[in-house]
Each structure stands twice: as C-alpha cells, then as structure tokens.
C-alpha cells in the first residue's frame, strides 16, 4: 500500500505517534509511511501539522534515542513538535488490557495529563499557524 494515498484523502489535524524502538531508530515501516507521505515535494503531509511522540519499550528507558530519530525525521518534515512532556512507556505484561483499558493507574494518568498537553499544544500551533481557508 502507498501510504500517501492514505494521508492524502483522510485530512488530520495532528498527528500522534506511537511507537517502539528498533536498533535504537525507529521501525522501517514507520520510516517508510513518513517517506511517502512527505512527496512528493511540495505536498509534504506533515508540514505545519502539530505531533508528538509516545514510545513504548520493555526497557524502562527504551526507545529515547529512537524518539530523536523521529524528532530529527519530523523537524525535516516541518511539523511543530511537542517536546515536553516526553513519554516513554515501559511495556509490561497487561499493562493494556483486552478491552484497551490501562490497567496502571499512575500510566493512565500520565497519558491523560499528556493527551490534555497535546491537546493546548496543538490548539497554540494553530493560534500561530492559522489553517488555510
Ligand atoms: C529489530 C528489532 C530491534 C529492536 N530494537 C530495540 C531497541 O533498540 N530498543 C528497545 O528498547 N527495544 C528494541 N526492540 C524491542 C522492541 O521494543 C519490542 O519488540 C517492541 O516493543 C514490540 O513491538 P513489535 O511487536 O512491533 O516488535 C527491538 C525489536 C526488534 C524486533
């Protein structure tokens, strides 16, 4: 599938991304969809879109250095990008349940309290970005 077709016909406000590390970078596939949703040049999906950045690992501190891989990806990509809060989630058997439900209840928190920071971030990208009428 060429994933420029998806950005292309279903518009987002922002983009969340959510992710493991490999090899310390990031996962080929992601590499891949980001590639081809910023080309051809000149319709580079990600430009002025407001992101961020969630990583999740077995290691405590796993996919930090990824997360830099992507940011670096990103600015490149010209997407204002939420650098604080960082997240980096420690994978643990059932820490999602079946249903989706976190079943951590300082996790959950964490990711409420940084889903309302993305959120006002996003809303200042676009006081100072105003959308294209
Ligand atoms: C090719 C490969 C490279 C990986 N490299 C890292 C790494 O650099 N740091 C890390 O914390 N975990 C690494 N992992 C473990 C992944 O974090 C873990 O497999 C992932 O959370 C599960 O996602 P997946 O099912 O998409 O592989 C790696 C896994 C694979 C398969």
Redesign the pocket.
Known sequence: MNPSHLCATTPVDAMLFVT?????SI?GALKNAIDWASRPWGQNAFSRKPSAIIG????SI??A??QQHLKSILSFCNSPQMNAIEAYIQ?TPNLITDEGEISNDSTREFLRNYMAEFEGFIGRVYRAYPKPA
Do not use: D, I, L, R
């Not at 493991?20 to 310390?24: A, D, I, R, W």
């Not at 999740?56 to 290691?59: M, V």
């Open positions: 493991p590390e490999y090899n310390c996962p999740t690992s077995p290691g796993g996919t250095v990824g994978f």
